[in-house]
């Protein structure tokens, strides 16, 4: 009887990737390599990442992380790279928000954000569904918010989240505010999350008065109804605007917009350029007054494209225009795992008591 490869007997009592300091090593059972792409890769590779054939039927591939990494993969049939492989000897998956899952993993020195996890004894918030009208504003005939109350007593500052329910269920916001508030890091606040059209999402983030209309005119009269909020009128830019890649676009144009409502600004992975252009964003942020404006923002080590690039120039824009900015880099990708992991340094950043 052959003896299995002892990369394969450490995988299947460990399970896959193996990771030893900074190298990680994907295995693949079979006659032949399969396709990777992950975080890492920009997801933009066609070929194999190099695997070697360690043993008949057996694959592997090598990678160097930083030991504070969390990455995701996917294994795909062939080189048109629509059909996923699951990979049997890694049971951790999350959807990967285009109706599929990803594969993930923590490197060494990195653990799921314990904000982002429902502790007991922490009281909850409460929560609220509607489906507001939207007069015509913005596309269909009304459009899903959801709203969040901390336990504590108000008034409060509101925070408009964009791409509301991923926020809400992927990117677990109300937990993340349970136990900051809990813990006294920040102030109390309360959220309205706006649900984005499931077609029209790059139109509607895209620097949208329409967007903003309908916030203005429908969701936030809706919220200062049900909510017990701070009077944008008596405390100009109280509010906060938070979204991640297009909606993180769509927080930084908000709050250059309406910085009179919308005082601080949490983007992530902003999506502020395409290869080809800058959107119009930059020459908001060249012409705007810095007034008040505080804005937080990141980017991933690997996340998409120009990312990383053209959020790293958007930082500078506002801080040599003299606006209250900073970013920061985190290693990770395009992705609501990392998202949910690093939000609660925006909102203790700009809410922090």
Request: hydrophobic share 40%; net charge neutral; aromatic share 12%.
């Amino acid at each position: 009887m052959a003896r299995k490869h002892p990369l394969l007997v450490r995988a299947l009592a460990e399970g896959t990737p193996l990771i030893d300091g900074d190298q990680v090593t994907f295995l693949w059972q079979g006659k032949s390599a399969p396709y990777l792409r992950g975080d890492f890769t920009d997801w933009e590779r066609s070929e194999p990442l190099g695997f070697t054939r360690l043993a008949p039927g057996l694959w592997g591939y090598t990678h160097t992380l930083p030991l504070n990494a969390y990455f995701e993969y996917a294994y795909f049939a062939d080189s048109v790279l629509k059909e996923h492989l699951a990979d049997p000897l890694n049971p951790r998956r999350t959807p990967n928000g285009l109706g599929d899952y990803n594969h993930f993993a923590y490197m060494p020195r990195r653990n799921p954000n314990p904000l982002t996890i429902r502790h007991k004894g922490v009281p909850e918030g409460s929560l609220m569904h509607a489906a507001l009208p939207t007069l015509g504003i913005i596309a269909g005939k009304t459009r899903r918010v959801h709203l969040y109350q901390p336990s504590v007593p108000g008034p409060y500052p509101l925070v408009l989240v964009w791409d509301g329910q991923d926020f809400l269920r992927r990117g677990r916001l109300p937990a993340i505010l349970d136990n900051l508030i809990h813990l006294g890091k920040i102030e109390p606040l309360a959220l309205a999350l706006v649900e984005n059209h499931p077609s029209l999402r790059m139109l509607e983030y895209c620097g949208n008065d329409f967007s903003l209309a309908f916030v203005m005119e429908c969701a936030l009269p809706f919220a200062r109804y049900q909510l017990d909020l701070l009077d944008p009128q008596k405390h100009p830019g109280a509010y906060g605007v938070l979204g991640a890649s297009m909606g993180g676009l769509m927080a930084l144009y908000a709050g250059l917009r309406l910085p009179g409502v919308f005082g601080k600004v949490l983007s992530l992975s902003g999506a502020f350029s395409f290869p080809e252009f800058d959107l119009v964003v930059f020459d908001l942020a060249r012409v705007a007054d810095p007034g008040s404006l505080r804005v937080w923002m990141n980017v991933g080590l690997y996340d998409f494209h120009v990312l990383p690039e053209s959020n790293l120039r958007m930082a500078k824009l506002l801080v040599e225009r003299g606006f209250d900015a900073h970013f920061e880099e985190y290693p990770a990708g395009h992705n609501y795992t990392a998202w949910r992991d690093e939000i609660g340094a925006g909102f203790i950043h700009l809410f922090g008591k």
